[in-house]
Nanobody, 115 residues
Framework: VQLQASGGGLVQAGGSLRLSCAASGITSILRIRDMGWYRQAPGKQRELVAI???????MYADFVKGRFTISRDNAKNTVYLQMNSLRPEDTAAYYC????????WGQGTQVTVSS
């Protein structure tokens, strides 16, 4: 399974971005069940941002609750992360993977929030 994250960029504080994670090498991401978005800032450990299960139930890290929304389109084998009210501390490389992670991380997509 290959997971390709995209949609990152440079945005001002308070702005929004929508990340996409396209899965290939698998007939359906429903087979993965739980999918997650993770992020890693320079000099810090990778951390879990949000999870969505095959039924659409979601869970969020406290630091993004109320600002980020995870969703999935099983027909497109794609998971999304809508990020609103972005803050400079959200600056990081964002990755998608299963929860718990078990696939190659890939390159991720860089999100940079300027103050």
């Amino acid at each position: 399974v290959q997971l390709q994250a995209s949609g990152g960029g440079l945005v001002q504080a308070g702005g929004s971005l929508r990340l996409s994670c396209a899965a290939s090498g698998i007939t359906s991401i429903l087979r993965i069940r739980d999918m997650g978005w993770y992020r890693q800032a320079p000099g810090k450990q990778r951390e879990l941002v949000a999870i969505i299960d095959s039924d659409g139930s979601t869970m969020y890290a406290d630091f993004v609750k109320g600002r980020f929304t995870i969703s999935r389109d099983n027909a497109k084998n794609t998971v999304y992360l809508q990020m609103n009210s972005l803050r400079p501390e959200d600056t990081a490389a964002y990755y998608c993977n299963a929860d718990p992670p078990r696939f190659s991380w890939g390159q991720g997509t860089q999100v940079t929030v300027s103050s």
